[in-house]
């Protein structure tokens, strides 16, 4: 199994969500959050004093799947975060030791 | 430490006493208040030159009494919300509700203080043929001898419990826009005992000096609706405060931008509309030269929010949001003194010159000279109000409402204005910097750094805005 955790831009979550549906992925995770690559910050200025913004929001996606079905999701959400700006994001996948589901106790694949 | 643990209960013990005292004393006073209450509406019936051969008809005029009941409920709506909303927006996102505390807090204090002895020393004198030039009388303390039917010699035609009521709520924005030099980092202790001396000796001598009375009306003064009393007056003791106070902790490193502008918004929108009250009020009269005032203001204001916002895309190549609503501020400010005073030209004059100049004093002069005064209360109020009272010197057109300028053959009125910026400023500055220090002794100016750090909300009141 793997977890795949992609960073995108806030304003492209609809699209990603759309691409992952049609790949019959119905189950994420999504959490606010904050953070810089190379695309740095940006400043502001309030009365002639500049602040420096280090984290830009993004949103942060998590989805765990099974071993073969990686591939395919990281390209859909490659291809539906992307603007070609500086700032689209980052996808990280990694391997899943265990998954367990509450409700039913269920564990493994059973349970994604 | 022991005074600060005391504070609420001597605040308590207090109310109670003015309670006591509001009941006993104007019993003890008033047959001697009556007798004041008639001569001063006898004064009152000769300025309003309306003789009548057979009864004497009452002074009062209802369209006058109407507006002015009217301003006074748009001039507290200046301070709560407006001000209140103007400075929590710019403020971080964990001090917002001491902020907005502030200016609800300084409302009630100042209230009951006005009602105890502020209107009376301020706008009253003992004998009304020889007002005094330092201070007005005790004799109407707790609003003795002043009701429906008493006239205070200052405001012919209107009933004085309206005039007081009017008059208490400029008392009330005046130290509370003091509030915006010392934000994010005074004790809310530190503040009560602070904001009620200061009213107390410092608004309430210079109001009587310049418009119960006193000697700078005497002197010539030109102040419509409080230049110097309001707006010099409060962002000196603003400067003041914030060099005695020092430097939030982590200024000039940590991010300290505003955490909601669109509070600041509402904020500067409520003071912008609450203006007319406090501008067009101050001819204290439903006639045209309240009418002159109302229109000098929005166009003022709106000059000066336009200067500001050009001025800052030029030399910053973004017009902000919170540029335009600070010049729209300064323009309030520098038009304040003039607005019964100069025609339109001269207003829209004095607006552009104001934001430019706010915007240069906010910007580059609060960074020249290293002090941080959070909200630009020195930077917008007490350069804007010497603005305003310089100009008003200059700009007053005989036409408008009987006193001329520099422009109109009066070269004298700008220095008359400058003296009386000079001894607005001396004072201001000397008293609230006693006052301070005596506050220091008591119970400390500053919160702890680290309780700085997490807050004044959850720190000083307990609570704190929810994500």
Same mark, same amino acid.
């Given at each position: 199994?793997?977890?795949?955790?992609?960073?995108?831009?806030?304003?492209?979550?609809?699209?990603?969500?759309q691409?992952?549906?049609?790949?019959?992925?119905?189950?994420?995770?999504?959490?606010?959050?904050?953070?810089y690559?190379?695309?740095?910050g940006?400043?502001?200025?309030?009365?002639?004093?500049?602040?420096?913004?280090?984290?830009?929001?993004?949103?942060k996606?998590?989805?765990?799947?099974?071993?073969?079905q990686?591939?395919?999701?990281v390209?859909?959400?490659?291809?539906?975060?992307?603007?070609g700006?500086?700032g689209?994001?980052?996808?990280?996948v990694?391997d899943?030791?265990?998954?367990?589901?509450?409700?039913?106790g269920?564990?493994?694949?059973?349970?994604? | 430490?022991?005074?600060?643990?005391?504070?609420?209960?001597?605040?308590?013990?207090?109310?109670g006493?003015?309670?006591?005292?509001?009941?006993?004393?104007?019993?003890?006073?008033?047959?001697?208040?009556?007798?004041?209450?008639?001569?001063?509406s006898?004064?009152?019936?000769?300025?309003?030159?309306?003789?009548?051969?057979?009864?004497?008809p009452?002074?009062?005029?209802?369209?006058d009494?109407?507006?002015?009941?009217?301003?006074?409920?748009?001039?507290?709506?200046?301070?709560?919300?407006?001000?209140?909303?103007?400075?929590?927006g710019?403020?971080r996102?964990?001090?917002?509700?001491?902020?907005?505390?502030?200016?609800f807090?300084? $409302?009630?204090?100042? $209230?009951?203080?006005w009602?105890?002895?502020g209107?009376?020393a301020?706008?009253?004198?003992?004998?009304?043929?020889?007002?005094?030039a330092?201070?007005?009388?005790?004799?109407?303390?707790?609003?003795? =001898?002043?009701?429906?039917?008493?006239?205070?010699?200052?405001a012919?035609?209107?009933?004085?419990?309206v005039?007081?009521?009017?008059? +208490?709520?400029?008392?009330?924005?005046?130290?509370?826009?003091?509030?915006?030099?010392?934000?994010?980092?005074?004790?809310?202790?530190a503040?009560?005992?602070?904001?009620?001396a200061?009213?107390?000796?410092?608004?309430?001598?210079?109001a009587?000096?310049?418009?119960?009375?006193?000697?700078?009306?005497?002197?010539?003064?030109?102040d419509?609706?409080?230049?110097?009393?309001?707006?010099?007056?409060?962002?000196?003791?603003?400067?003041?405060?914030?060099?005695?106070?020092?430097?939030?902790?982590?200024?000039?490193?940590?991010?300290?931008?505003?955490?909601?502008?669109?509070l600041?918004?509402?904020?500067?929108?409520?003071?912008?509309?609450?203006?007319?009250?406090f501008n067009?009020?101050?001819?204290?009269a439903?006639?045209?030269?309240?009418?002159?005032?109302?229109m000098?203001?929005?166009?003022?204001?709106?000059?000066?929010?336009?200067?500001? +916002?050009?001025?800052?895309?030029?030399?910053?190549?973004k017009?902000?949001?919170?540029?335009?609503?600070?010049g729209?501020?300064?323009?309030?400010?520098a038009?304040?003194p003039?607005?019964?005073?100069?025609?339109?030209?001269g207003?829209?004059?004095?607006?552009i010159?104001?934001?430019?100049?706010?915007?240069?004093?906010?910007?580059?002069?609060?960074?020249?000279?290293g002090?941080?005064?959070?909200l630009?209360?020195? =930077?917008?109020?007490?350069?804007?109000?010497?603005?305003?009272?310089?100009?008003?010197?200059?700009?007053?057109?005989?036409?408008?409402?009987?006193?001329?300028?520099?422009?109109?053959?009066n070269? =004298?009125q700008?220095?008359?204005?400058?003296?009386?910026?000079?001894?607005?400023?001396?004072?201001t500055?000397?008293?609230?910097?006693?006052?301070?220090?005596?506050?220091?002794?008591?119970?400390g100016?500053r919160?702890?750094?680290?309780?700085?750090?997490e807050?004044?909300?959850?720190?000083?009141?307990?609570?704190?805005?929810?994500?």
């Amino acid at each position: 199994m793997k977890l795949v955790i992609a960073i995108i831009k806030p304003s492209r979550l609809e699209e990603v969500r759309q691409a992952l549906n049609a790949l019959d992925v119905h189950g994420m995770t999504v959490t606010e959050v904050k953070g810089y690559g190379r695309q740095k910050g940006h400043s502001e200025i309030y009365r002639g004093t500049e602040y420096a913004v280090h984290f830009l929001p993004k949103l942060k996606i998590e989805i765990a799947v099974e071993d073969g079905q990686s591939d395919p999701i990281v390209a859909a959400i490659r291809d539906s975060a992307q603007t070609g700006r500086i700032g689209d994001g980052k996808i990280f996948v990694l391997d899943l030791v265990a998954v367990t589901r509450i409700r039913t106790g269920e564990t493994g694949a059973a349970a994604l | 430490m022991n005074v600060k643990k005391l504070l609420p209960l001597v605040g308590l013990a207090g109310l109670g006493g003015l309670a006591v005292l509001a009941a006993t004393l104007p019993s003890l006073a008033q047959d001697a208040s009556s007798a004041l209450s008639s001569a001063s509406s006898a004064a009152a019936d000769a300025t309003a030159a309306a003789p009548a051969a057979a009864a004497a008809p009452s002074p009062i005029n209802s369209g006058d009494t109407a507006w002015m009941l009217t301003s006074m409920a748009l001039v507290l709506m200046m301070t709560i919300p407006g001000l209140g909303l103007f400075y929590g927006g710019m403020v971080r996102k964990k001090n917002v509700l001491a902020t907005v505390m502030q200016s609800f807090a300084i $409302t009630c204090i100042v $209230t009951v203080l006005w009602f105890a002895v502020g209107y009376s020393a301020a706008f009253t004198n003992n004998d009304p043929g020889a007002p005094g030039a330092i201070i007005g009388s005790f004799a109407h303390m707790f609003f003795a =001898g002043i009701g429906p039917n008493s006239v205070n010699g200052l405001a012919g035609t209107i009933p004085e419990n309206v005039f007081s009521a009017f008059q +208490m709520t400029f008392a009330i924005i005046t130290p509370a826009l003091i509030c915006g030099a010392f934000a994010e980092r005074m004790k809310f202790s530190a503040m009560i005992i602070f904001m009620a001396a200061w009213l107390l000796l410092v608004y309430v001598p210079i109001a009587h000096w310049v418009w119960g009375g006193g000697f700078l009306g005497g002197l010539g003064v030109l102040d419509f609706a409080g230049g110097t009393v309001v707006h010099i007056n409060a962002g000196v003791a603003g400067l003041v405060c914030a060099l005695v106070l020092g430097k939030r902790k982590g200024f000039g490193t940590t991010n300290m931008a505003p955490h909601n502008l669109v509070l600041t918004f509402i904020g500067a929108g409520l003071l912008w509309v609450g203006w007319f009250g406090f501008n067009a009020g101050s001819a204290v009269a439903a006639n045209g030269l309240a009418g002159a005032a109302m229109m000098n203001t929005q166009v003022a204001t709106a000059a000066a929010a336009l200067a500001w +916002m050009f001025v800052e895309w030029m030399v910053v190549k973004k017009p902000s949001v919170l540029g335009i609503l600070s010049g729209a501020v300064a323009g309030l400010v520098a038009v304040t003194p003039a607005s019964g005073f100069v025609n339109v030209t001269g207003a829209f004059v004095i607006g552009i010159v104001a934001g430019a100049v706010c915007y240069w004093a906010a910007a580059h002069l609060k960074r020249m000279l290293g002090y941080d005064d959070s909200l630009d209360a020195f =930077g917008v109020h007490g350069i804007g109000g010497i603005v305003g009272a310089l100009l008003t010197g200059v700009f007053a057109d005989a036409s408008v409402n009987g006193h001329a300028g520099a422009l109109f053959g009066n070269p =004298g009125q700008v220095v008359t204005q400058l003296e009386g910026i000079a001894v607005t400023i001396v004072w201001t500055a000397v008293v609230s910097w006693i006052i301070l220090m005596v506050t220091k002794a008591l119970v400390g100016l500053r919160p702890s750094e680290q309780e700085e750090e997490e807050g004044l909300d959850i720190t000083q009141h307990g609570e704190s805005v929810a994500e």
